[in-house]
Nanobody
Framework: QVQLVESGGGSVQAGGSLRLSCAATRYISSDYAMGWFRQAPGKEREFVAT????????KYADSVKGRCTISRDNVKNMVFLQMNSLNSEDTAVYYC?????????????????WGQGTQVTVSS
């Protein structure tokens, strides 16, 4: 079973940037898409960004489009989420997940392995 560990979260002021990382304790198959989701206090988990197996196709939630960049390094078994121009609405626990298929997806049910999450707090 793949285990995913997120890092890079923390507290930042509005307008700041963070780079989240997701490392696999075991091999992440380059055959599968990867994604980032987030859950804010009192809200359901929501899609943030996804990247296909090759990295050639990406998709973002409208709320982060233009401010976030997802990338992956299949050699190092890592996935990244660069977040810029952060605001208070970005405050959430961010989760990394491995998809069931090579194509990217914004649907939670199309992801089979999940990390424990990393907290991002943006203060205004």
């Amino acid at each position: 079973q793949v285990q995913l560990v997120e890092s890079g979260g923390g507290s930042v002021q509005a307008g700041g940037s963070l780079r989240l990382s997701c490392a696999a304790t075991r091999y992440i198959s380059s055959d599968y898409a990867m994604g980032w989701f987030r859950q804010a206090p009192g809200k359901e988990r929501e899609f943030v960004a996804t990247i296909s197996w090759s990295g050639g196709s990406v998709k973002y939630a409208d709320s982060v489009k233009g401010r976030c960049t997802i990338s992956r390094d299949n050699v190092k078994n890592m996935v990244f989420l660069q977040m810029n121009s952060l605001n208070s609405e970005d405050t959430a626990v961010y989760y990394c997940a491995q998809g069931r298929w090579p194509r990217n997806s914004d649907k939670e049910y199309e992801y089979r392995y999940w990390g424990q999450g990393t907290q991002v707090t943006v203060s205004s």
